[in-house]
C-alpha cells in the first residue's frame, strides 16, 4: 500500500457522518466490521513518516538476485512489503480496505471532494495492479532461471558414462560438489519465494472476494447514484473480474514453478548420489590388516 497522506485524509471525508456516530473514535467506522481493524491500522501506516522504510521498490531482476544471495531469506509481502513489528494485517487487506471505504464514502454522498477520493481510489487500485504485475514477473524470472539451471544439470546425466569417468578426477568432483551444493540453495531459496508468493495470491483472493461483497451490497443501494458516477462503480466491477481472472493464472504459474523445482530437486539427488559413488571407488582400502592377537586372562 502507497504510503501517502491520502489515507488520513478519510478521516476528513468521513467527518459528517462521524459527528452523527454516538461511537465516535479516532478512526472512522468501516462499513464492513471485518475490515475495520485493516482499514486503521492502514491510517496508522500512513500517518508514520518512516512507512516508506518498510517498502521495497526494485526491478524484476533486483528482486530475483536479491532472493537468491542476501545472506538471509527475507519475507516480502507482495515482494514489496516488509513486515513491520506489531504488523497484524496483509497489506492486500489493508488496500482493499482503503479502496471498499472509498466507495462508502462516494455511495452515502460523504465525500467533501468525490475528485480527491476517486483519486486516492486510482491509488489503491494501482497498487493492486503492481502487486499481479511484480508476482507475475517473479515467478517467469524464476520459472526461466530454474528452467535454464536444470536444463544444464541434465546435460551430464543424459551422457552418464563420460559423466561417471569425469567424477573419477578428485578435482572435477569436488567441483561438481560446490555446484550441486549452489543448486540445492538454488532451489531451497526459490522454493522460499514461490511459497511466499503463493500465500500472497492466497490473500489476494480473499481480499479481492471481500471487495466483490461489498460492491454487490453497495450497488443495491447505490440505485440512485448521479450518472457521473457510473463509470466508477463500472470500473470497480471490471477491476475485481480482472484481477480474480489474473490471481487464477498466478496460481496456475505457481504450479508450473512448483513442477519445475521438483524435476531440478531430483536431478540434483542424482547427482549427489553419482558423486557418491564415484568417491567410494577413489577410497583405496588396506590389503591386510595388523594381526591382533587375543590373550586369554588366566
Known sequence: MSATSSDKEWLENAEQAESTNSHASEYPTHPLSQLQGPFEESITESADPKYLQWQVFIDTQSRRDQI???????RLCGRRWRQRPGERYHPLWKIVAQISF????LANDLAKSE???????QTHVS??????ERTTDDLQLALNDITERFDLLRLPLENLSIFSEMLEDPTF??????????????????TLA???SLKDIRKGNESVNGLAFYIKEVGK?????????????????????GWNRELRRLKRSVHKLAIALTQMTRYSLEIQRLVGVASRKGVVLPSSFPSIKLTKKC
Request: proline fraction near 6%; glycine fraction near 4%; aromatic fraction near 4%.
Open 102 to 105: 472509498g466507495l462508502h464514502l
Open 221 to 241: 443501494e447505490w440505485v440512485d447514484r448521479p450518472p457521473e458516477l457510473d463509470p466508477i462503480c463500472e470500473a470497480m466491477v471490471g477491476n475485481v473480474d
Open 68 to 74: 537468491l544471495t542476501s545472506p538471509k531469506y527475507e
Open 127 to 132: 497498487d493492486i495492479d503492481g502487486f499481479i
Open 194 to 196: 514461490m511459497d511466499d
Open 173 to 190: 568432483r569436488q567441483s561438481v560438489i560446490i555446484d550441486n551444493e549452489r543448486i540445492e540453495h538454488i532451489i531451497t531459496r526459490s
Open 115 to 121: 475528485i480527491h477520493v476517486v483519486k486516492i481510489l
